[in-house]
């Protein structure tokens, strides 16, 4: 079956150091990939996506790549400030599904000190 | 516009207890999508609802049903509840029939503890 892998956390930081959170994937045919963060109290955003191999998503600084030879969509930021700690999930969507299923990984804090 | 708005924030049971957790969806969005997020399994898949048709069912238990109104909101229950169902339950609405999950959603969830 479909399945999501990240690194666990929590990931501790100071500012402005360089971040990486590593997310492999299991899955049958072309998923598409998704990062989503959750900030506290908060509902999960969607943060990024990648819809076929080497695709490369972007959005406020952070980046991923679509690996399909790795199966890998590892998330990464130049530069990390105190407002990027959140919890950040890595998911899929199996394409031909025909409804809005998403996997999970299991999520990754982040923790960034001033 | 207004987002998802899901009620009540918190709640606090007892086992044996049923629940029952609301979600509004977007205004005009039609289908409302629920997961399970625990600290030990990450978010997993309850159900989605789509023009009051449950379209989908992760791997829960019977215990866990849902419904949908003419209006789009919708409900889950949890009958006979358990330790284990403590958890925060998201749901997530969209306006798309078609399997576009960037189109997503999420409300704040409704941090639910059984004791």
């Known amino acids: 079956g479909n399945s999501v892998t990240q690194m666990e956390g929590p990931v501790t930081l100071s500012e402005e150091a360089f971040l990486t959170i590593n997310c492999t994937y299991t899955?049958?045919?072309?998923?598409?990939l998704f990062w989503y963060v959750q900030y506290p109290g908060e509902g999960l955003q969607l943060l990024l996506k990648a819809t076929k191999a080497d695709d490369k998503g972007s959005n406020k600084g952070f980046e991923a790549t679509y690996r399909k030879e790795t199966t890998s969509f590892h998330l990464e930021k130049g530069s990390v400030q105190v407002s990027d700690s959140a919890v950040y999930f890595c998911?899929?969507?199996?394409?031909?599904?025909?409804?809005?299923?998403?996997?999970f990984g299991t999520g990754t804090r982040l923790l960034v000190s001033p | 516009k207004a987002g998802v708005t899901q009620t009540p924030r918190y709640l606090i049971k007892t086992r044996g207890q049923q629940v029952t957790l609301s979600c509004s969806p977007i205004s005009g969005h039609r289908s409302v999508s629920w997961y399970q997020q625990t600290p030990g399994q990450g978010l997993q898949f309850l159900f989605e609802?789509?023009?009051?048709?449950?379209?989908n069912k992760g791997n829960f238990p019977g215990r866990f049903s849902g419904r949908q109104f003419s209006n789009s909101r919708s409900e889950m229950n949890v009958s006979t509840l358990e330790l284990g169902d403590s958890a925060l339950y998201l749901c997530?609405?969209?306006?798309?029939?078609?399997?576009?999950?960037?189109?997503?959603?999420f409300g704040s969830g409704t941090q639910l503890s059984v004791l």
């Open positions: 899955a049958t045919g072309y998923p598409s």
């Open positions: 609802y789509f023009s009051e048709t449950q379209r």
């Open positions: 998911a899929l969507s199996a394409s031909g599904t025909g409804f809005q299923k998403l996997v």
């Open positions: 997530a609405s969209s306006g798309h029939r078609t399997d576009e999950p960037e189109k997503l959603f």
